[in-house]
């Protein structure tokens, strides 16, 4: 199975072109490695909220910040969507990636 099938957009009435700027989760921080031309933000950089901040303390720096956020963490999606904000979920099953980080090593 394709890792990318495993990720969902959810948008608000914005358009996601007008906030071209994002938020790491901190259960996917090491992420923004692979994103480099985009404008990341992440858990502990200056002036962003600190490891184990709480859902509604990163939500309000995201909202004030004018962040799409980009999480793997359910819960938080639903808190960001009442809040009528953008996100980029990532339902990551840690089986799909396992299978898939075998398959590439027997490949090697």
Not at 15 to 24: G, M, V, Y
Not at 68 to 74: E, H, V, W, Y
Request: net charge positive; glycine share 4%.
């Amino acid at each position: 199975m394709n890792f990318l099938k495993q990720i969902k957009i959810h948008r608000s009435k914005k358009n996601l072109k007008d906030s071209r700027e994002f938020f790491l989760d901190e259960n996917i921080i090491g992420l923004h490695k692979y994103l480099p031309s985009l404008k990341i933000h992440k858990i502990g950089d200056g002036g962003c909220p600190t490891p184990r901040s709480k859902d509604k303390k990163i939500l309000e720096f995201a909202q004030e910040n004018n962040l799409i956020i980009i999480t793997c963490d359910k819960e938080f999606v639903k808190l960001i969507q009442e809040k009528k904000m953008e996100c980029i979920y990532l339902r990551i099953d840690p089986q799909i990636l396992a299978d898939q980080v075998l398959e590439w090593v027997e490949k090697k």
